[in-house]
Every structure is written in structure tokens, then in C-alpha cells.
């Protein structure tokens, strides 16, 4: 992969992914590193990406470092920081995770409850499958296949929605 195919992808799916770490982690800081891993990821072993829409690949390397780091922060809790502080850019990133985000949720507010709620577990609330097919008392494949189902459908939704 050369510099300028990089930097296309780069611009075109950067807040895709920190949108996804933003919704995951809750911290601006925790998103900006994981965006930064997951490009670094891209651009040190372009050979990980094989085939398939790279947007999607993009946002599931995403929430796996996101995962990694939310079992992580339940191993060993961190201490809180008294105050927030925020740089000047940090706002413009995250006015622009909120855009991404807006368009997200109302995306997924037009699926049926069945393949919504497991997708917002799955990938907003860093739920397994198995653990989603626990909680939820229906069979794993049930689940698998009402979050592909879903995911399909917001795919489309967002297609058509593309500004």
C-alpha cells in the first residue's frame, strides 16, 4: 500500500473508527489511541486486510482493541482523574464522532428491536455472542444470525443515507 491509498483511507473511515471507540471506551484520549493503533495496524501490515469491504474491517479491529481495553479496565481498575481536560481539537474530533454517530443511531433505530438490541450489545456495550445468546435466552446461531441479518440492513441504511 503506498502513502496516498493510505491517506484515502485514512480520511475517508478515521471517524468511522473513532466514533466506534468514542461509543465504546467513553474517553476522547482512549479513542484517539485506539484509532491511531488500529491505523498504525494498517499501515505497518497491510497484508492483515485480505479482502471484503475495508470500512467494516476498519470498525472490527476497532472494537476488538476497544474489547481488549474494557477487559483490561476490569482486571486492574484505574484511578479517576479529579478533572477533565480537553484540547482545543479534541472538540472538533468529537463534534465529528457525534455527525458519524447521529447518522449511526438513527440507523439502527429503523431495525427491529430483535437484530438492534443484540448489535448495540455486541458492539456498543463490548458483549460476547455467547454472552448476548445468555442474557437474551435465545440460541447463539439465533443471535449470529439476527446481527448479521441487522447489520446487513444498517449497511443499506447507511448507504442510502451517505452524504
Keep these: 500500500m503506498d502513502r496516498d491509498q493510505f491517506e484515502a483511507i485514512y480520511d475517508r473511515y478515521v471517524r468511522v473508527v473513532f466514533g ?17 493503533a488500529v491505523f498504525l495496524t494498517l499501515w ?5 486486510y485480505r479482502e471484503g469491504n475495508i470500512g467494516a474491517w476498519l470498525a472490527r479491529v476497532a472494537r476488538n482493541r476497544c474489547l481488549d481495553v474494557l477487559r483490561a479496565r476490569k482486571s ?9 481536560l480537553v484540547a482545543e481539537s479534541a472538540v472538533d474530533e468529537g463534534v465529528f464522532a457525534r455527525l458519524d454517530g ?11 428491536d430483535e437484530q438492534r438490541i443484540p448489535i448495540e450489545m455486541g458492539f ?5 455472542h455467547a454472552e448476548i445468546a445468555n442474557r ?3 440460541p447463539l446461531g439465533t443471535i449470529k ?11 443499506d441504511q447507511l448507504e442510502r443515507t451517505r452524504a
Design 20 to 36: 466506534v471507540a468514542l461509543r465504546m471506551l467513553g474517553e476522547q484520549a482512549a479513542a484517539e489511541d485506539i484509532a491511531q
Design 44 to 48: 505497518s501490515r497491510p497484508d492483515a
Design 76 to 84: 486492574r481498575p484505574e484511578i479517576e482523574m479529579p478533572v477533565e
Design 102 to 112: 447521529d447518522r449511526v443511531r438513527a440507523a439502527l433505530a429503523t431495525l427491529p
Design 124 to 128: 456498543f456495550g463490548g458483549v460476547t
Design 136 to 138: 437474551t435466552g435465545e
Design 145 to 155: 444470525t439476527r446481527i448479521r441479518s441487522g447489520l446487513r440492513r444498517l449497511r
